[in-house]
């Protein structure tokens, strides 16, 4: 059964089962959600979501990052999900297409707060979060993907998964969380046409969900035994291609899937990064300027259109999902930062006059290798007469085209400066780097 399966592999793991890769690779995935979290906290939306939550109010079991105070590890999870996802550089895995960190890491934090676990506990629900989140994920991707966006659904097991682990359910118990995971596992891609802030939204409510499921299993409230697998379970209910052994082959093998992570270091979709940096690579070797472009060609995968072929993004949220802006930005600012998403970009005659010489087209070739690769090709004619050809089939941040644990840590800094302020900053990065030496996550958590 695949369901159960899932629950022994959450109940047996243990720290010293992981290999010392993944124990790295765990601090470093709380490092890069974190800065996202912080520099996410500045915008509206989490302040909207942090109003919220304050006039709930809450047992003070667990902190919020965007402002320090502590309330329901429900609640908490609920803020730090959403707030991690808002700037769009919060980790990705990409077979699975789903953003694990974002709905696994704040209900690991939240709970492991709440059950004064250490640091060594809050690595391996990492680890044992993200393994169930992305192998659900592979198993329904892609047709699951055009309806469901896999982050809030699939991170809602996920959640579930580090939660149980931190609680250190058994077997019976973890599968009942589980099953009352999958039960609420949601999150739709309408948000898209609008450019809505539901987006958000889902990685909170998968990491809420999930640690919520947790907490009742503890308890004895039980759930569907056989949630994925079930004739009217998770998998038939969402995606009308299904590949089981995706989610228990070689489980618990001691490779994990933690170690397939990407790091985002442009702040938009992923879809736009492998044309992001073409762009970003020929615009330096020949030292283009947007007057000199006459067309620019992009191929790529099919799914990568559906989410991003938006000629016309109306908020600077959008225009995170609008490859034409993306590349036309990438072009004329030389960076896609989170600075460089606003209202004057968005309507700067420079860029909208670029974004009129793009053309997407679908490319079957290409299309064929997703989603185990996200690859493109850019083809860029200038004015003056020359032919600039690119092609990428792992954008920077990709284990084959990785970036250094040092440019994260910069990476951090720089979004974390802002809201804690350099000292804050340094201390978190050092909380999450020593993970491994913390008695009490919730009495050395520097907030």
């Not at 999930?210 to 409230?221: P, Q, Y």
């Not at 998770?234 to 082959?249: Q, Y």
């Not at 992001?276 to 099919?302: F, G």
Request: a negative charge; one cysteine or more; glycine letters at 8%.
């Amino acid at each position: 059964m695949v369901t159960s399966k899932l629950a022994e592999f959450i109940c047996k793991t243990g720290f010293e089962d992981l290999s010392p890769a993944s124990v790295e690779m765990a601090g470093l995935a709380i490092l890069d959600w974190m800065g996202s979290a912080a520099a996410g906290s500045m915008h509206s939306p989490a302040q909207m979501m942090l109003g919220v939550v304050e006039e709930l109010g809450g047992v003070p079991e667990a902190t919020v990052l965007a402002g320090g105070q502590r309330t329901s590890c429900l609640n908490a999870a609920l803020v730090n999900g959403s707030i991690s996802h808002i700037i769009e550089l919060d980790d990705v895995h990409r077979a699975s297409i789903i953003h694990p960190a974002a709905a696994v890491i704040p209900a690991a934090l939240a709970v492991a707060e709440k059950e004064h676990a250490s640091g060594r506990d809050l690595i391996t629900a990492v680890v044992v979060g993200y393994e169930v989140a992305i192998r659900v994920a592979e198993a329904i991707t892609p047709s699951h993907y055009f309806y469901w966006h896999t982050t809030g659904t699939c991170g809602t097991f996920g959640a579930a998964a580090a939660a149980s682990k931190i609680l250190r359910l058994e077997a019976d118990r973890a599968n009942w969380a589980l099953g009352n995971a999958g039960t609420q596992a949601a999150g739709l891609w309408e948000f898209i046409a609008d450019g809505a802030m539901s987006k958000h939204l889902h990685p909170g409510k998968a990491a809420m969900n999930g640690l919520l499921a947790a907490l009742l299993a503890r308890r004895g409230f039980t759930g569907a035994s056989r949630i994925l697998e079930g004739e009217r379970g998770f998998c038939r209910a969402t995606a009308s291609e299904i590949k089981f052994d995706r989610i228990t082959s070689k489980l618990g093998g001691g490779n994990y899937k933690i170690e397939e992570i990407s790091y985002k270091i442009h702040s938009s979709c992923r879809h736009t990064h492998p044309a992001i940096d073409m762009a970003l690579d020929l615009s330096k070797k020949n030292r283009l300027t947007p007057d000199n472009v006459k067309s620019i060609l992009v191929k790529t995968y099919k799914t990568a259109l559906d989410i991003t072929d938006n000629y016309t993004p109306d908020n600077p949220y959008a225009a995170k999902f609008s490859l034409p802006f993306c590349v036309s930005l990438a072009i004329k600012e030389g960076r896609v930062n989170p600075d460089l998403f606003t209202g004057q970009t968005l309507t700067d005659p420079v860029i909208r006059s670029l974004m009129e010489r793009v053309d997407l087209e679908v490319d079957l070739e290409l299309d064929s290798r997703y989603p185990e690769l996200w690859p493109a090709s850019l083809v860029i004619h200038t004015l003056s007469g020359e032919v600039l050809e690119g092609h990428i089939d792992c954008p920077r941040g990709d284990p084959e085209n990785p970036v250094t644990s040092r440019e994260l840590e910069e990476k951090f800094l720089t979004l974390a400066s802002g809201p804690w302020g350099e000292r804050g900053a340094e201390k978190a990065k050092e909380f999450c780097l020593n993970l491994k030496k913390i008695a009490d996550v919730s009495s050395a958590l520097p907030f």
